[in-house]
């Protein structure tokens, strides 16, 4: 009998004892509302699994390898590494996207190469790999495709950090005072107001964001400067 798995398996050095469960990563609920009759369920039960999973492998991973940190970026870290986006990336690489089951309007709306989904069956892929082969494969998983290289480069990089928080580091570094933020233009109803913010340097406009917050704003702004690299 033909693997159509073995691709996958070969890549990422892993070999299933069970098949259907591996099987089961890739059923997308669109499927099962065109197949009724569809001998596993959706992928959702191993994504709420391959979540929790994840959570504790950074967990344990950033305590033993920067316990210097505090629990804060810990926290920060670790929604900046397991965010969708990374985890659809990662998700691309390994080319989960060719064995997904989709419904005819998914795949027609390139549901194969939905960001959310993929990002969704790659949780769904740790917890089988946690059921199959246990705790300490899943974790070795993790670590070299989301952790390996990356990780490091987030953490010097204080990319966990929001970009007013990383502009302010950088501003309190080099000149010893804190950037200022200024609201440029405030529009629409109180309900649906919409903010336009600057942020200076002593009189230098270093960045300007619009938002439905002056907080939202204000990280706008921040990072428009960060990006421009100002400072």
């Given at each position: 009998m033909t693997n159509k798995y073995q691709p996958l398996e070969n890549t990422i050095g892993i070999k299933f004892k069970n098949k259907k469960l591996l099987e089961n990563v890739f059923v997308h609920r669109s499927y099962l509302n065109e197949h009724k009759n569809f001998y596993l369920p959706s992928n959702e039960k191993l994504e709420f699994l391959g979540d929790s999973v994840l959570s504790l492998v950074t967990s344990i991973y950033l305590y033993k390898n920067y316990p210097n940190l505090?629990?804060?970026d810990y926290t920060d870290i670790?929604?900046?590494?397991?965010?969708?986006e990374s985890l659809g990336e990662e998700a691309k690489n390994i080319q989960i996207g060719r064995y997904l089951l989709l419904s005819k309007g998914e795949e027609k709306g390139k549901g194969?190469?939905?960001?959310?989904?993929?990002?969704?069956?790659f949780e769904a892929l740790i917890a089988a790999i946690f059921i199959d082969r246990g705790f300490d494969e899943a974790y070795d998983f993790i670590l070299k495709y989301l952790f390996k290289d990356k990780l490091t480069?987030?953490?010097?990089?204080?990319?966990?950090?929001?970009p007013k928080s990383r502009l302010q580091e950088i501003i309190q570094a080099e000149y010893k005072i804190l950037p200022d933020y200024k609201i440029l233009e405030e529009k629409g109803p109180e309900h649906m107001k919409t903010f336009k913010v600057g942020v200076y340097l002593h009189d230098k406009k270093l960045g300007v964001g619009s938002g439905n917050s002056k907080k939202q704003a204000e990280e706008t702004a921040a990072k428009n400067a960060l990006e421009?690299?100002?400072v």
């Open positions: 505090a629990e804060g670790k929604a900046s590494i397991v965010r969708t194969k190469e939905n960001i959310n989904i993929l990002a969704d069956c480069y987030i953490i010097e990089k204080k990319l966990y950090l929001s421009k690299t100002a």
